[in-house]
Nanobody, 124 residues
């Protein structure tokens, strides 16, 4: 079982950057694909980015590609979401998720473990 804790959220202005972190527990973290999802007020949770267990494969939603990057440090059991050129529409609670797999899942139902989320608010 993996426990996930996100951090790094906050209130920023449009155009600013933030880096979210997600720390996972357990010695097998390196075997898990990791994803970031977000949920804006009144909207369903949506996929943002995912990274394979090795970091060799990354996938982004169309709304964030070219602005966000995802990376991981398996030695530190941590996955990062670097968010640049933030827009007010990026305002949401951001969740990290994990799945024991060699693939790079993008659908919520493919992930077994979830963090509690971290709030990102982008003012215009």
């Amino acid at each position: 079982q993996v426990q996930l804790v996100e951090s790094g959220g906050g209130l920023v202005q449009a155009g600013d950057s933030l880096r979210l972190s997600c720390i996972g527990s357990g010695p097998t973290f390196r075997n898990y694909a990791m994803g970031w999802f977000r949920q804006a007020p009144g909207k369903e949770r949506e996929f943002v980015a995912a990274i394979s267990w090795s970091g060799g494969s990354t996938i982004f939603s169309d709304s964030v590609k070219d602005r966000f990057t995802i990376s991981r440090d398996n030695a530190e059991n941590t996955v990062y979401l670097q968010m640049n050129s933030l827009k007010p529409e990026d305002t949401a609670v951001y969740y990290c998720a994990a799945r024991f797999t060699r693939t790079t899942p993008t659908r919520q139902r493919e992930y077994n473990y979830w963090g509690q989320g971290t709030q990102v608010t982008v003012s215009s």
